[in-house]
């Protein structure tokens, strides 16, 4: 959309009256704009909005972006909202009071969500993302850790934490950050975390297990009951007492709308925290996520921080300090717009496309599915052996229709295997769907004609 072109000429000055410039050959769009420095004078707004907004037509279109897990339509309603609060800052308790109320109500949603006792009042918070949720999760683990073993007069200077080689990147930046050991546990013949491969991992400084809903590499739900009922077992035998964390980034907002059978929340007793991505599968643009804490006994003291919140104080844990409203206000909103109705029909039918996606792609040939849209809406699938081209080369391929699918190794132990993953996320309809299939069959058959393909190395941006 062109702003403000036909009446802005040099300098901004309104040309009304004279016949309009041509469209393209305004100062800035002839000239070079600054890039490195900042420019010795400004543009009129028009035509910096125009220059930017055309640099940013050679980004990817985010509707067709089959890697992420992050939101990419939201209702024009929950624009307006977003729009009407990207001014207020979260952190200004005491000036943005309602922005605060309105947080501590999703807090309690998800709380209630993900069955705490609901006796008191939730203890959680919102973040950028779920990198942050990580992060305070992981901190509560390691104070808790730390109280545990000081009153018992052992040493604490060398905590861990247990997690499956597939965790995301968060986790090990987690323990390098905060100087933890990260205990990955290594995965196969299943693609994640097994129930005693992690009891074997734990010893006396372990702060705690992670275990993820919704695995990255190929949205496979960790089992956590398992986890749980195998680390009961290693406290009762007289081991460690370990905790739970769960990394719920994608399925905290699946699970319970259409697994509510599942356990793998605050119903299993070790379970003490959970996060989330209100941003994915909580349907908010990004960057909001939550954590949430079973009871306060479970976020030591000394991590929160008081601030002033009309004329009283209130308590804050989190590692940056300013960000904008808009993405508490959005994710009220759709609490509000979907109810817990509207989120099991989003989800439902996010899982039956995926499924969907998942078979018809299993059979066009080539690929075999690693998994089929059984835990979050989300599949990995590879190539079958001896089939002449890569998983890169058909990442490649579907570029050249707009798709964005990456194409990666599975985690260590299993890294032979090279997979693509598509998430499918409330934006895509059957419709576009078979679309998608339609282009994979289209460019199987270009791939099987062309002389010099297989690719053997990753070249789609796909980072954990
Ligand atoms: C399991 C898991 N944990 C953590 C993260 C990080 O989430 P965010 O992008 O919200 O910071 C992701 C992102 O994909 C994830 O899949």
Redesign the pocket.
Known sequence: MALHRHVSGPGGQAKLGMRPQSEFQLPAEVDEVPRLRLGPVGLPPGVAYQVVHDELLLDGNARLNLAT??TTWMDRQADALMAECTSKNVIDKDEYPQIAEIENRCVNILSGLWNASGDEEATGCST???????MLGGLALKWSWRQRRIAAGSPADRPNLVMGTN??V??EKFCRYWDVEARLVPVGPATHLTAEAAVAHCDENTIGVVA?????FDGAYEPVLDIANALDALAAGGGPDVPIHV????GGFVAPFIDPDLLWDFRIPRVVSI?A?G??YGLVY??I?WVVWRDASRLPDELVFKVDYLGGEMPTFSLNFSRPGSQVAAQYYNFLRLGFDGYRRVMSACRENARWLAREIGNLGPFELVSEGDGIPAFAFRMHEGVPYTVYDVSEAVRTRGWLIPAYRLPPNLEDIAVLRIVVRDDMSRDLAEDLVEDLRRLIKRLERQPQVMADSPRTGFHH
Do not use: M, R, Y
């Open positions: 897990f992050v950028t993302g779920s990198s942050e949720a990580c965790v995301q968060v986790w993820i809903l919704g695995s990255t990394d719920a980034a994608s996060n991505s941003h994915k990004p960057g996520g």
